[in-house]
């Protein structure tokens, strides 16, 4: 552990986290990032937890480490996790800061780390985690990102050979990092419920990464997550944990462990949220957890918190839907979202870059590849592009097919509720970037009170 | 009127097949043929009207050069008839000379003169305001790559970065080949040289919703001329 920098590092993060603790602030990496500044090497340094769960991949990755958190806790386990705050080398180092005692000493016995995919290559020398879940791998900022191939090679590149890998053996791109680790892969079958994928733009495996032929997807669910394979025998992962029914009705899950039937408690009513209760499943099975003893936690941690928030008044819905904006295809999932809901809709969208729009000029290149095309529909009957870049919103909606009629360019969000055709909308979609959420909010208060208005 | 789409199962990045969604906007009545990395180009044995090409990963930069290779001397014959070409991103990298890639080279077609390098540690990443004839044209750089060219440039820099460091030109230009690093996608953003784009294709239509596209340029442009926003 330490020379005189360390110790000097340690302990100005945690009175710099004292500080801001008195000061009201939460959940910030600050003093992780203070600590890195003053002892580069500080990460490997710091006294670590028996057992270190990584979380990394492009989708879920949040959720997946609350849901694996919150399962332990209810196991019993006392959980070292970042979980208020950031997913970059210096939120890992504020969240061992927090673990450790003043001399260093980590006083978890695990520790659960959700890991940007980027940060990969300064963590991981440092941070060697016993298991890593991979939630997925999808096209995310270009600019931070680049495209999938890119951060799969970083993720092979950086992580650890010793880290046993937990899968999404539908995900051709995630599944096939590392290869020389030991992994253990999740999967789900075709549900009842689920009908063939709709046409999506961004399919970022449609290839074999061996010969270059087209692959046949048996099942295509969204974007390029399904089973696939190729006639040179290239084939999707088989899964060692595979769902194999979801019963949304008694809220349960069925799945197959290496061959053997056990049923969970269903903690979300949406398939995207199966495969991040299916990866959370897998990890705690492989740390040694009983089905029993999985079953009982999910019973006491409960549904997920979705990122849905849900009002109405006399019949009309307004819902609130986050996604990540950049994020094409976290776009796209809400877009497909909304055009299955039933009913004459209204859709709000506040997806501005709330850095760029005033420091410099967002580039919307990826809006291209988000499916406005599913919003090209009779039953939805506004769309409400927001912001400095409402007239690109527009555009978009136009080149999509979208009636001009039905789109209402607003500069500021704050004129949403004033501009909604109430009369014609059973339901209104509030759709929203991570860091609009405050500015939703407030959205949804002023339309709550129109929609109120309205049904007096 | 044909527009050729190349291998646009790889060739797909950063919303650049918004281009061609433009296009067909643009165009109601031509046909899209979109060649599949398995298939034979439609070049080979007619003269489009475009031939479009996107961005794709480096991975994939290696498998298009090896399908496009024994179509060099079809490539430059087209080049030099006046066929129009829009390369996309580090899609014209494959037809330069060569790609210098952590200590390997990756040979290219050699239809242009462009050497293009890669640095996968640095992404650069930049808003980009340029002249191209007597018409500004605005655009995004998001790259692991520059090159360096004799051969003419597609745009003046104005603000932000060219083909290479210190390039006072982005992108290439040969006849009606138009290849350029700029993300976008460049005909959506751009609608003077839409307009004019169409007319080199050898059609007489409109853009498509001009004054929404119009109006989001003009808007745009006033930021990307503002010193005070910064340009990454």
Redesign the interface.
């Known amino acids: 552990m330490g020379t005189l920098r360390f110790y000097f590092a340690l302990w100005c993060a945690k009175l710099i986290k004292l500080l801001l603790i008195l000061v009201g602030r939460k959940g910030t990496y600050f003093s992780g990032k203070a600590a890195i500044k003053i002892c580069p090497d500080f990460l490997g340094r710091i006294g670590k937890p028996e057992t270190i769960i990584g979380v990394t991949g492009t989708n879920g990755k949040t959720t997946v480490c609350n849901m694996i958190t919150d399962l332990l806790e209810a196991c019993g386990e006392d959980v070292l996790s970042n979980r208020l705050g950031s997913n970059i080398n210096a939120g890992v180092a504020a969240a061992l800061i927090d673990g450790a005692s003043l001399s260093g000493r980590c006083r978890k016995g695990i520790a659960v780390l959700e890991i940007d995919e980027r940060s990969a290559r300064l963590v991981y020398p440092y941070v060697r985690p016993d298991y890593i879940v991979c939630t997925n791998l999808f096209r995310d900022s270009m600019r931070r990102n680049a495209h999938p191939e890119y951060i799969a090679s970083v993720l092979t590149e950086h992580m650890p050979k010793a880290s046993k890998l937990i899968l999404n053996a539908d995900d051709l791109i995630s599944s096939a990092i590392a290869p020389e680790n030991e992994r253990v892969y999740f999967g789900m079958d075709r549900l009842e419920c689920e009908s063939e994928a709709r046409e999506n733009i961004v399919m970022d495996i449609s290839v074999c990464p061996v010969c270059g032929r087209t692959l046949e997807f048996e099942f295509r669910r969204y974007h390029h997550i399904g089973r696939a394979r190729c006639e040179c025998g290239f084939a999707s992962a088989a899964p060692d944990y595979k769902a194999v029914s979801a019963d949304f009705k008694n809220m349960e899950l069925k799945v197959l462990e290496r061959g053997e039937a056990r049923k969970y408690t269903l903690v979300s009513d949406t398939v995207f949220n199966i495969y991040n209760e299916l990866a959370a499943i897998t990890l705690l099975r492989e740390l040694g957890r009983t089905p029993e003893e999985i079953e009982s936690a999910l019973k006491r941690t409960g549904i997920v918190q979705s990122r849905f928030r849900e009002e109405s008044v006399g019949g009309k819905k307004v819902t609130m839907l986050m996604a990540k904006g950049l994020n094409a295809v976290a776009c796209s999932r809400g877009f497909d979202h909304v055009s299955r809901e039933q009913g004459k809709k209204v859709v709000a969208l506040m997806y501005d870059d709330i850095f760029d729009e005033k420091q410099t000029s967002e580039n919307i290149a990826w809006i291209y590849d988000v499916d406005y095309e599913f919003l090209n529909s009779d039953d939805i009957v506004q769309i409400i592009p927001c912001g400095v870049r409402a007239l690109d919103g527009k555009l978009r909606l136009l080149i999509a097919g979208v009636p001009e009629e039905k789109i209402t360019t607003l500069r500021s969000e704050g004129e949403i509720a004033g501009a909604i055709r109430y009369n014609d909308a059973d339901r209104i979609f509030l759709l929203y970037d991570v860091y609009r959420y405050d500015i939703a909010l407030k959205v949804l208060d002023e339309v709550m009170k129109k929609v109120r208005e309205v049904h007096q | 009127m044909k527009v050729e789409i190349l291998y646009p199962?790889?060739c797909?990045?950063?919303?650049?097949?918004?281009n061609i969604?433009?296009l067909m906007?643009c165009l109601p009545e031509a046909e899209f043929i979109r060649t599949?990395?398995?298939g034979e180009p439609l070049f080979l044995k007619s003269e489009p009207n475009l031939i479009y090409m996107g961005p794709m990963?480096?991975?994939?930069q290696e498998?298009v050069i090896e399908r496009l290779k024994p179509c060099k001397e079809r490539i430059i014959e087209l080049i030099d008839n006046g066929v129009c070409f829009l390369f996309t991103g580090n899609s014209m990298e494959v037809l330069g000379e060569y790609i210098e890639a952590g200590g390997t080279r990756i040979e290219g077609l050699g239809v242009l003169k462009l050497r293009a390098k890669r640095d996968?540690k640095n992404?650069f990443?930049s808003?980009f305001l340029g002249k191209f004839e007597d018409m500004e044209i605005v655009g995004?750089h998001?790259r692991?790559s520059s090159a360096e060219s004799e051969e003419g440039g597609f745009a003046e820099v104005v603000r932000g970065c060219g083909t290479g460091a210190g390039s006072v030109t982005e992108g290439v230009r040969r006849n009606n080949f138009f290849g350029t690093y700029l993300?976008?996608?460049l005909l959506?953003l751009n609608p003077d040289f839409t307009q004019y784009f169409l007319r080199l294709m050898g059609s007489e239509a409109k853009i498509?919703?001009e004054d929404?596209?119009r109006?989001?340029y003009a808007?745009?442009l006033a930021?990307?001329r503002d010193q005070k926003?910064?340009?990454?």
């Open positions: 199962e790889i797909n990045l950063f919303g650049d097949t918004g969604r433009y906007r599949a990395l398995s990963s480096e991975k994939s498998r996968m992404r990443n808003l995004f998001s692991f993300l976008g996608p959506v498509a919703f929404t596209a109006r989001a808007l745009r930021e990307f926003r910064h340009l990454d």
